[in-house]
């Protein structure tokens, strides 16, 4: 397994604490092995046989003794809540925390650049109860969990949709969701700044000076680093060319992005014709 990547960004600690790189179907990111093989710079750190290279994963940044989780290991509820498997998931998870330092609970944040899945925001405790309601906790025992004001507008899922749209629901019923809006300083040198685009409530953080970053997490505007070279993506966003219009506007200074869902190391600089990682 692939080490943790760890960089500093004036004052803040990024650390990406890493469960899996994972192999999936390309379909799942929008893309489809025709695209992938016409990225110049696509190689087996992106793609293998067909199938595109991604990671659960989450990044924290942290200054002194604050430690702020962005999106933890989203985009595989279905995975990593399984009943059968979810208590080895969330030990490894918290192994892995312990790996780099950061245990669980010394997490005072929890925020998530746009609301889509649960991720490992919160986990499922079976109450036992006759009624067999289970309640769903926070993951990180003693942090916040925040998403964005515009996030909590929108938030309107049909009934019948996936799983985790209830467990929102709950989580916002019982009061342990908290709320930042677009501009917000998350940690000195982390600002979110709205962008939409990808769905309506959609965030990106910056780190360093908010009028020229040093760092940005660009959240799901590129799911993975080869959606910097294969153009719009109808599949993944509402507003397929304003998202794209978006990454490149933070791309293309040749600062550092990060990524949710990119393998390791889950971070590069876009170099104008290609992606270049850095050192993990
Ligand atoms: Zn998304």
Redesign the pocket.
Known sequence: MAAMTRMTIGDLTLTRVLYTDALIDPAATGLTATEIDAVPWNDERWSADGQIRVGAAAWVASQDDRHVVIDPF??ADDIFHDPSFALDHQRAMSSAFDAAGIPIDRVTTVVL??I??LGMSAFRRPTGDADGRDRWIPFFPNATIEVNDASLATFDPPNDGHWSDDVWRGLFADDLVGTYSAGASLLPGMTAEFTGA??PG?HVFHFGDPSGPDATYV??LA?SPLHLSTGACEQ?HLEPDRAWQLLHSFADDGRILLGPLWPSPGAGRWAGNEFVPVDG
């Open positions: 989203g985009n650049s746009h889509e899945g990808h769905n959609h959240g799901h799911v993944q």
